[in-house]
Nanobody, 122 residues
Framework: QVQLVESGGGSVQAGNSLRLSCAASGDSISRTFMGWFRQAPGKERERVACIRTNELTNYAPSVKGRFTISKDDAMNTLYLQMNNLKLEDTGTYYC????????????????WGQGTQVTVSS
């Protein structure tokens, strides 16, 4: 089972950018679906984006056009480039490994990272 560790979170002003990373170990991410989720205070965890290859990606409507999910199989690392951040993007971001990817939703999650905090202020 793959182990996942996120990094890159922080505090930024609205309109700015952040790039999150998720370093994987224990197995290669080249053979699995990967994704990002987020959870705002007091809300349920929600989908953000998922990926099989850099040519096969899927996004939630709320982030499409602003966020880009990608991965580097050689580095065994997943990324989330977040541009034009909005206040509502605030939350803890989790990377995950799973079995399929549809509509920005990673399904059959079998491994989670510990999360990294993103705070967007006005």
């Amino acid at each position: 089972q793959v182990q996942l560790v996120e990094s890159g979170g922080g505090s930024v002003q609205a309109g700015n950018s952040l790039r999150l990373s998720c370093a994987a170990s224990g197995d290669s991410i080249s053979r699995t679906f990967m994704g990002w989720f987020r959870q705002a205070p007091g809300k349920e965890r929600e989908r953000v984006a998922c990926i099989r290859t850099n040519e096969l990606t899927n996004y939630a409507p709320s982030v499409k056009g602003r966020f880009t999910i990608s991965k580097d199989d050689a580095m065994n690392t997943l990324y989330l480039q977040m541009n034009n951040l909005k206040l509502e993007d605030t939350g803890t971001y989790y990377c995950a490994a799973g079995r399929s990817c549809t509509g920005g939703q990673l399904n059959g999650v079998n491994s989670w990272g510990q999360g990294t905090q993103v705070t967007v202020s006005s």
